[in-house]
C-alpha cells in the first residue's frame, strides 16, 4: 500500500481560513462563484478527514495510476552532467504520461463525492485535460475541456487523446490562445454554470483551496521520495528539483521536503521555472525572476504584468509552462528563502531533453527538460559528488514534434 | 470629494444605471459617450477600466477594453480612466451625476490601494465596483479608502449568510447580479428575478439595483418594477462608438426605467 494522502497542516503553517499563505493566495472572485469555493472547501477538509476517501483515493493511485512510481538512478545522465548521484522521480510514468492524475483522481473523487455529475478544466500542454478526461471517463463524469487554440496545435495528440477519452474539446482564441487563456476561459464558463459543474483545476493556481487541494493530492510525490530514498539508506541529499508552470509536480515534491526539512542534511529545493527565449527578452514566462506580485485567476502571487496591472502574456516553448504567474505557496515559499527559482531557457531545456533521451533511454516531457537543464549548474555550484533528486513530472511523447521541428534527432 | 452615489437614488423612481467602456472608441471619443449618457437620462454612470483579463465579462466589454487598450498610444488603464473621469466631472459641475468606476483588483494593487484611493477621492468619483474583490477579500481596501462607496455584488448563488454581508458592506448601493455568468446582452431575462431582488432588497437597507443581461428598454421597464436601479452595460457599449446612437437608446432605457412610457 502506498502512503494515506497527508495532514501535515500540524508543522506547517498556512493557508489561513481565507487561503492565505503570507501574503499570497486567497479568494478574489466574483461573488457568483464564493458560495461554491466555500462549499468545496468544506467538502474538501471533509474528506481529508474521512479515512475511506484517502482509502478510496490510495487504492486508485496504487491500481491505476501505478504508484508508487519508481525512483530510479540515472548513472549515465549523472556522469554526463558531473554529479555524483541523480535519481529522477518517475512521474512520466503514471497512467497518461504525468503527474497529473494524481490530482484529477483526487479532485474528481470530490466531485463525485459532492453530487457532480460534469466536470470542466482547463489545459495547456494537455496532460492535465488528458488526466481530467481519463478519470471522467473512468467515474462516468461529462467532462469539458479548455484549451488556447496555440496550445491545440502545439499539442495535437493530446487533443486527439480527450476525444477518445469522450471529453469535449473547447478551444479557446483570446489572447495568446495558451495556459492562461484557457484558465480564464474555465472560470468563466464555471461562473455561468457553477451549480452543476465542478471545476478541476489542473495546477497549484486559483482561487482557495484549490492550491492546498492540489498541493495535498500531488504530495504523494515527496512523501514516496523520501520513503524511497530512506529504503535505499541515503542519508545526504543536497538538491531537490522540479519544474515549474503554476507550480503542482513541484510543490507536491517539496512541500514534503519543506516540512521535514533535518531529513537528508536539508537540501536545497531549487524550481526551475521557463526563461523562454531569455530573461532578457519578453518571450519569457519567469515570474519569479521577472514578475511582482498581483492578482489573476483569483489568487495573488508572483505576477508577470506591466504598469497598469494588466497580467502579460507568457512565452515558453513548453505548452505547461507558459503562464504568467506562479502557485501562492511557491511565492510565500520563495519570501521564506525555503525554495529557489531559477529561469530555464528553450535552448537549455531542449538541450537536457536530448541528453536524457541519449544517456538513459527516456523520453521527458519538454517541461520536466527544464528541471534536468538545472543538473549542470547545480553539477558547479554543488560539486562532483553531490546527489540530486529531480522530479520527471512527464514523458514526452506530445512534445515529439516541438523538438522534431526545434532540429533534435537529426543526425 | 463626492457625495458618493446614494444621489442616484432619491428621485423617487428606479435609477437607470449606464456602463460604458473608458477609452473606447479612444479617449476623446469615450468623453463623448459620458456626456451622451447625461444627455439620454442616466442617473449614475459605470466607468468601466479596460483590463487584459475581465474575468466577469462577455464579448462586447471585452472587444471595447481591448480596442481601448491597443487604441490609445501608451494604452490605456486605471490611471488614465480616472484621469477622465476628472475631466468630465469637472466639466460637468454640479450636474454631474454620481459616477463609479467598474475595475479588476489588479489595476487598484499596481497602482497602490492608499495612492489610488486618494486618486478616486480627488477626481470626485463616488465610488468604486470591483466584480473580483468579494466582501471577505476587502477588508485591506476598505480600510483605506474612507469617502469612496464600495458597491459589492450579490448573486443568484449567494446564500442567506453571505446576502447579509453583502447587505451590510456595500455602500452606494447594492449590485444584484441577475443570473450565473458574465456580462451581456440576453434575450430572456431569468424566470426568478424578481424572487432574486426580494431576497436581496431584504437583505439590506440600501438601494438594489440590477445588472447582467438587461439590455432593451422592455427588459429594463420589467426589471424596475422589482429593482431600484437598473444597470445596463453591453448594449450600450456596443453603441458607443457613436455618440448619437448611444444617447438614443441611453434615452429609450431611461424613459422605460422611469416609467415614463
Ligand atoms: C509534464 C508536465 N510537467 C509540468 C507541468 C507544469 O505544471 P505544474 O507546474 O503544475 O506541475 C505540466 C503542465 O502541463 C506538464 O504537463
Redesign the interface.
Known amino acids: 500500500m502506498s502512503k494515506m494522502f497527508p495532514r501535515l497542516d500540524e508543522v506547517y503553517t498556512g493557508p489561513d481560513e ?1 487561503g492565505f499563505f503570507g501574503p499570497y493566495g ?11 469555493l466555500l462549499e468545496l472547501t468544506a467538502a474538501f477538509e471533509d474528506a481529508s478527514d474521512d479515512p475511506s476517501f484517502q482509502e478510496d483515493l490510495s487504492d486508485l493511485w496504487v491500481d491505476y495510476v501505478g504508484r508508487p512510481t519508481p525512483l530510479y538512478q540515472a548513472r549515465r545522465l549523472a556522469e554526463a552532467v558531473g554529479l555524483g548521484t541523480v535519481f529522477l522521480k518517475r512521474e512520466d510514468l503514471c497512467h497518461t504520461g504525468a503527474h497529473k492524475i494524481n490530482n484529477t483522481l483526487g479532485q474528481c473523487l470530490l466531485a463525485k463525492r459532492m453530487g457532480k455529475k460534469r466536470v470542466i478544466a482547463e489545459t495547456g500542454a494537455g496532460q492535465h485535460g488528458v488526466a481530467t478526461a481519463t478519470t471522467a471517463a473512468l467515474m462516468g463524469l461529462e467532462c469539458a475541456v479548455f484549451m488556447g487554440v496555440e496550445d491545440i496545435r502545439r499539442q495535437s495528440l493530446n487533443v486527439y487523446k480527450m476525444k477518445l477519452l469522450g471529453a469535449q474539446v473547447i478551444p479557446v482564441d ?2 495568446s490562445g495558451t495556459l ?1 487563456d484557457a484558465v ?1 476561459a474555465a ?2 464558463h464555471w ?5 452543476d459543474t465542478f471545476y478541476v483545476l489542473g495546477s497549484a493556481v486559483g482561487p482557495h483551496p484549490y492550491p492546498v487541494m492540489v498541493r495535498d493530492f500531488q504530495s504523494v510525490i515527496g512523501l514516496e521520495t523520501i520513503d524511497q530514498l530512506q529504503g535505499r539508506g541515503i542519508e545526504k541529499v543536497d538538491a531537490v528539483v522540479a519544474c515549474v508552470g503554476g507550480g503542482s509536480n513541484a510543490i507536491g515534491t517539496f512541500y514534503p521536503f519543506v516540512l521535514a526539512a533535518d531529513l537528508f542534511g536539508s537540501p536545497e529545493l531549487v524550481g526551475a521555472e521557463a526563461a523562454g527565449k531569455g530573461i532578457d527578452t519578453d518571450q519569457t514566462g519567469a515570474s519569479m525572476t521577472l514578475g511582482t ?6 489568487f ?1 502571487s508572483y ?1 508577470l ?7 502579460l502574456e507568457a512565452y515558453s516553448i513548453s505548452a505547461g509552462l507558459d503562464y504568467p504567474g506562479i502557485g501562492p505557496e511557491h511565492a510565500f515559499l520563495k519570501d521564506e528563502g525555503k525554495v529557489s527559482y531559477e529561469p530555464v531557457t528553450d535552448d537549455e531545456a531542449l538541450e537536457a531533453f536530448d541528453l536524457l533521451c541519449r544517456t538513459e533511454g527516456i523520453i521527458p516531457a519538454i517541461e520536466s527538460s527544464h528541471a534536468l537543464a538545472l543538473l549542470p549548474r547545480l553539477a558547479k555550484r554543488l560539486g562532483p559528488d553531490a546527489t540530486v533528486v529531480v522530479t520527471l513530472s512527464g514523458r514526452g511523447d506530445k512534445d515529439i514534434d516541438i523538438v522534431r521541428e526545434a532540429g533534435l534527432g537529426s543526425e | 470629494m463626492s457625495d458618493g452615489l446614494r444621489g442616484a437614488f432619491i428621485h423617487g423612481r428606479p435609477a437607470l444605471v449606464a456602463y460604458v467602456m473608458a477609452g473606447y472608441p479612444d479617449r476623446a471619443g469615450s468623453l463623448d459617450a459620458l456626456r451622451a449618457l447625461v444627455d439620454g437620462g442616466a442617473d449614475l454612470i459605470e466607468l468601466g477600466v479596460p ?3 475581465p ?2 465579462d462577455g464579448p462586447v466589454i ?1 472587444e471595447a477594453a481591448d480596442v481601448a ?1 491597443s487604441a490609445n498610444p501608451g ?1 490605456f ?3 488614465e480612466t480616472i484621469d477622465l473621469a476628472a475631466e468630465f466631472l469637472a466639466e460637468m459641475g454640479e450636474g454631474a451625476p454620481p459616477l463609479a468606476l467598474m475595475t ?8 497602490g490601494l492608499p495612492r489610488v484611493a486618494e486618486a478616486i477621492r480627488s477626481a470626485g468619483i463616488g465610488g468604486v465596483i470591483v ?4 466582501p ?2 476587502a477588508p485591506m481596501w476598505l480600510t483605506v479608502s474612507s469617502g469612496i462607496d464600495t458597491v ?8 442567506p449568510e ?1 446576502l447579509s454581508k ?1 447587505g451590510e458592506m456595500s455602500r452606494g448601493f447594492v449590485y444584484c ?1 441577475s443570473t ?3 456580462t451581456g446582452e440576453r434575450t430572456e431575462l431569468p424566470n426568478e428575478l424578481a424572487t432574486l431582488v426580494g431576497r436581496v432588497k431584504a437583505s439590506t437597507t440600501l438601494p438594489v439595483a440590477v445588472g447582467f443581461g438587461v439590455s432593451t428598454p422592455e427588459q429594463a421597464a420589467i426589471v424596475a418594477r422589482s429593482a431600484d436601479g437598473v444597470v445596463v452595460g453591453s448594449a450600450l457599449v456596443r453603441r458607443q462608438h457613436d455618440a448619437g446612437e448611444l444617447r438614443a437608446l441611453c434615452r429609450e432605457l431611461a424613459d422605460a426605467v422611469h416609467g415614463v412610457v
Open positions: 481565507n486567497g479568494r478574489f472572485v466574483p461573488e457568483t462563484v464564493m458560495p461554491a483570446e489572447g492562461a480564464t472560470l468563466r461562473v455561468e454554470r457553477v451549480e506580485p498581483g492578482v489573476m485567476h483569483g495573488y505576477l504584468q506591466d504598469d497598469a496591472g494588466n497580467p | 483590463y487584459a483579463d474575468l466577469a471585452r487598450r494604452g488603464g486605471l490611471a479588476y483588483l489588479n489595476p487598484l494593487m499596481r497602482m466584480p473580483d474583490l468579494p471577505d477579500m459589492f455584488l450579490a448573486a443568484p448563488t449567494s446564500t453571505r453583502v447580479v450565473t455568468g458574465v
